[in-house]
């Protein structure tokens, strides 16, 4: 997605403010698939400065992923601050005007990755699955023996129940 800013480089404004919905595909992101399930919502203001355009502003997607322990959906609203800024004079930036347009696209993808959780959970408190048999700990329990020791560190089960 790419914003025309012809009127700010060519000292016509000083700033504009911008509010737009961008569509965006899924993603993924350290073995985690994150759908995204709206356009994400962006506003801010974009301000002329000597070098290049300071992009001021927050984003909002709802992205949709599986929880890490036991496999269920979870659904993230996401809103994050960005402060991002625009060259026009350096091949190093980060971020560069390109025949008087921006791409926002990158920009998006950044922020949402910074803020995206390593290791999504539907809840601070999930149970998980049971590691024999796959049953979610979180709707049910299971009959299975969880008690399976490490045969290395089966000798000092009874370290402290010497008599």
Known sequence: MKINVQDLLSVKLQSKHIELEVPFDSFEFEGNEF????????????????????????????????CSRCLEDVLYNLTVDFDEFYSSMSDDADYKIIENNIDIQRLIEDNIIMNVPLKPLCDEYCKGLCPICGTNLNKSN??????????????????????
């Open 35 to 66: 759908i995204v399930n709206r356009p994400v919502k962006i506003t801010g203001e974009l301000v002329k400065a000597t070098e290049g355009i300071y992009f001021k502003g927050n984003l909002y997607a709802e992205l949709k992923t599986q």
């Open 142 to 163: 299971c009959a299975c023996d969880n008690q399976v020791i490490d045969p290395r560190l089966e000798k000092l089960k009874n370290f402290f129940n010497r008599d």
